[in-house]
């Protein structure tokens, strides 16, 4: 009968850490969640493989691809670190068209959504990133140093404290530079 509780507590025990991990990171429960996540916003709106690998590339600078705490509340958030400023401007220029295939597509009214909505949700962290990129007048770079480039100027900004080394350290820690 003791080891029988004791056996109990330890399942207790790892199932909630393995809750609080998840909490943790995004809302992720694994890394294969980013993969699917962005195969499907993709196939939604387009920009085939170039546009995955700036969308995974872009989660390993932001979040090391969900693995990275993050300890702020008042700044970028979700899997993809979206700020306020960028959410909001998303949901302003974001033309109605791009909208109405979101909702045809994931059944999220963009008009609905609240930033805070990201910081648990990667789907919609890696919907609204998409989107920011679609606002973009420059196509996306088909070589990993050019995205890099790309994310520095169109997503991060200047004000922001990335760098391209940075994007390139974090693809190559993830394994996501052939």
């Known amino acids: 009968m003791k080891n029988n509780i004791i056996i109990a507590a330890a399942v207790?025990?790892?199932?909630?850490?393995?809750?609080?991990?998840s909490i943790l990171y995004y809302g992720?429960?694994?890394q294969n969640d980013?993969?699917?996540?962005?195969?499907?916003?993709?196939?939604?709106?387009?920009?085939?493989?170039?546009a995955k690998m700036l969308l995974l590339e872009t989660s390993a600078a932001e979040t090391d691809m969900g693995?990275?705490?993050?300890?702020?509340?008042?700044?970028?958030?979700?899997?993809?670190?979206?700020?306020?400023?960028?959410?909001d401007d998303v949901k302003i220029r974001t033309s109605q068209a791009k909208k109405q295939k979101v909702k045809e597509c994931?059944?999220?009214?963009?008009?609905k959504v609240i930033h805070t909505d990201l910081r648990w949700s990667p789907l919609l962290s890696v919907i609204f990133a998409r989107l920011k990129y679609l606002l973009v007048?420059?196509?996306?770079?088909?070589?990993i140093g050019g995205r890099a480039e790309y994310w520095k100027r169109w997503y991060n900004s200047s004000l922001g404290k990335g760098t391209p080394e940075h994007y390139l350290a974090m693809a190559q820690k993830n394994n996501l530079i052939a």
């Open 12 to 21: 207790i025990t790892a199932a909630t850490l393995y809750y609080k991990r």
């Open 28 to 30: 992720l429960i694994s």
């Open 34 to 50: 980013i993969y699917k996540a962005v195969d499907r916003v993709v196939e939604c709106l387009g920009g085939g493989a170039a």
């Open 67 to 87: 693995d990275a705490h993050d300890l702020t509340w008042n700044t970028g958030i979700g899997l993809m670190q979206f700020d306020k400023i960028g959410f």
């Open 106 to 111: 994931f059944g999220v009214d963009i008009d």
């Open 137 to 143: 007048p420059n196509a996306i770079p088909n070589t």
